[in-house]
């Protein structure tokens, strides 16, 4: 395992870095604000092959793979966690497609969502708790010419952005894990977008409800293998989104350890920046070397994924451990700031905001410790 970066991932760094800073580092004050994701932003980052970055060239990628988007997501979370958060659910749905749809889906959708011209929502949780999928209570109706569905997804990212939806459902008179994925298109019948949350982070990502009432799904719409519908969301958890979260988990850390030295070398106190203080410095060091621990973790997680090896022991873990080592790094970065560290001039405390945000979404940090665990410790 090498993790020196290649000379591609290098260039990618640097030009992801750079359109961060020009494009969207301004918008950050207005999103605060009016809470809403810039569709012309979306648009650039589509035209410069942000979505694509981890689909094959065949499919209308520049398939870097999962390493690279491990580094595109941590450096526009760099910047802004909110949009990070939008993008990478943009990427797992436009993933999802290439790796799990049908060849007619494929065919028909991959170019555009390598583009960001459609995007996709992947749609699994229900107000019965995101941790318990077999309890999923929306259902699928074989009606022989078609798939008719009904049911409520909450607190789905991109929902009232995405011209597409893979919804997970429970097949009528299945069995307890009989559940189908489908491909639902925005206007079809019965399909609509409910109620807009209001988030305490992430803001200029919009999270939502996704509606199904009696909703007519072709049968071209199956999405991967009839009964296989836990198993695809739970592949498209892993591979993307748990990856995406520990992303914008090394993005909020590196930005809170940046701001942390700056402040600390201008800050004066007895006559001396308060850099010279050893427990400002310890604040320091822990931020250092947690941000180094995760992005070990993270990084190995996203290559284990392109080897396209077994990897959600090293996911999950990754997703646990960044998520918190985030929380504590952005917590200790607002100390040092001081008061001003409570002051909204200051993106110290949207730091905090948006890094309480990582640990529910894409499987709580609980359940990533038992996915963790049992794997660790329980003979097979
Ligand atoms: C910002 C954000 C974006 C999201 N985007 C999407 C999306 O695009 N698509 C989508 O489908 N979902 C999305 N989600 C939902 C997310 O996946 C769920 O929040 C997550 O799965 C947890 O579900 P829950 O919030 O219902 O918590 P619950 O499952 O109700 O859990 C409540 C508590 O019980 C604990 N718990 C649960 N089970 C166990 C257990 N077996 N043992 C011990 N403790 C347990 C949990 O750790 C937690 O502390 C998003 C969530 C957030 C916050």
């Known amino acids: 395992m090498d993790f020196q970066p290649t000379v591609q991932q290098d260039l990618l760094r640097k030009a992801v870095r750079q359109f961060a800073e020009d494009e969207i580092a301004p918008l950050v ?9 810039p569709l012309d932003l979306v648009g650039k980052m589509g035209d410069q092959g942000f979505l694509g970055v981890a689909i094959p060239a065949e499919y209308g990628g520049t398939g870097m793979g999962h390493l690279a988007r491990m580094i595109m997501i941590e450096e526009v979370g760099r910047i802004s966690a909110g949009i990070a958060m939008a993008l990478q659910v943009m990427q797992m749905g ?44 929306t259902r699928a109706v074989d009606e022989g010419e078609y798939y008719s569905l009904t ?32 491909l639902i298109e925005n206007g079809t019948e019965g399909f609509r977008r409910g109620r807009m949350e209001r988030k305490i982070g992430f803001h200029g990502c ?24 836990l198993a695809i969301a739970l592949r498209g958890i892993n591979d993307y989104g748990r990856m995406g979260m520990a992303g914008i988990a090394l993005g909020l850390m590196q930005a809170s350890l940046e701001a942390s030295v700056k402040f600390a070398r201008e800050r004066i106190l007895y006559g001396k920046p308060i ?15 947690d941000l180094e621990a995760s992005r070990f973790l993270a990084y190995n997680a996203a290559w284990l994924i392109d080897q396209k090896k077994k990897s959600d022991t090293q996911v999950s873990s990754a997703k646990f451990f960044s998520t918190e080592a985030a929380l504590q ?33 894409d499987g709580t940090n609980d359940i990533m410790r038992i996915i963790a665990g049992r794997n660790l410790a329980v003979k097979k």
């Not at 700031?337 to 905001?353: F, I, T, V």
């Open 29 to 37: 004050n207005e999103m605060e604000i009016n809470d809403d994701t």
């Open 94 to 137: 436009a993933g999802m497609v290439v790796d799990l749809g049908s060849a007619a889906q494929k065919a028909k959708y991959s170019p555009l969502l390598a583009q960001g011209k459609i995007l996709v929502a992947p749609a699994i949780t229900e107000s019965s708790g995101g941790s318990d999928l077999e309890g999923l209570s």
């Open 151 to 182: 049911g409520r997804k909450v607190f789905i990212t991109n929902s009232h952005i995405s011209e597409l939806a893979v919804i997970i459902a429970k097949n009528e008179g299945g069995a307890k894990r009989d559940f189908s994925a489908f």
């Open 206 to 229: 919009i999270t939502g409800e996704l509606i199904m009432e009696n909703c007519r799904i072709p049968k071209e719409n199956l999405f991967g293998d009839k009964g296989r519908g």
């Open 275 to 289: 850099s010279n203080l050893a427990p400002i410095q310890f604040k320091i060091a822990e931020i250092y070397a």
């Open 329 to 361: 790094c952005t917590r200790k970065a607002m100390d040092i700031y001081g008061a001003y560290g409570c002051m909204k001039d200051y993106p110290l405390e949207r730091y905090c905001r948006d890094a309480q945000l990582l640990v529910p979404a």
